[in-house]
């Protein structure tokens, strides 16, 4: 579940699109930020650790995956999982710090050094985000369904 961080719309906005149909932003819709699904992020941790030192040129390397903005999520639900979705925008305090960080992360070093390859761009986040939420509460409903079913 998000925790309230200057990212973490890039969660919330699949449990309320799941849930009810709809999610208000707390960034604008144009915001582009550096994003990463989890398996990538381990997968390039593991890779690094285990890359012999001869090959690096340096000890520390940016890794990224692909960079998005909120409009271009909602966008990416709306053409796959729920053409109805509605999302608006509300940027809060999150927008002045998400207005520091870079839209984009050089990686060409890691690629170049130890072949760093990610495997989900915006299209593969979005599926396996929405695939996973919507099992979440799937699995929660079955449930609380059969517990209430349950004399």
Not at 4 to 28: K, M, S
Request: hydrophobic share 40%.
């Amino acid at each position: 579940m998000a925790g309230g961080g200057t990212t973490d719309y890039a969660i919330d906005i699949f449990h309320q699109a799941v849930q009810f149909g709809r999610y208000t932003c707390f960034l604008r819709p144009d915001t582009m930020l550096p994003m990463m699904y989890i398996t990538d992020c381990i997968n390039g941790t593991v890779q690094f650790l285990e890359t012999p030192d001869q090959a690096l040129t340096q000890r520390v390397y940016n890794i990224t995956a692909d960079s998005f903005s909120p409009a271009q999520l909602a966008a990416a639900i709306r053409q796959k999982y729920d053409p109805s979705f509605d999302m608006t925008y509300s940027p809060d305090t999150r927008q002045d710090i998400a207005d520091t960080w870079p839209a984009t992360l050089d990686d060409s070093l890691a690629r170049r050094d130890w072949g760093w390859k990610h495997t989900l761009g915006t299209a593969g986040i979005v599926d396996a985000m929405w695939q996973g939420v919507a099992q979440q509460y799937q699995l929660a409903t079955a449930s609380t369904q059969a517990a209430t079913s349950t004399p």
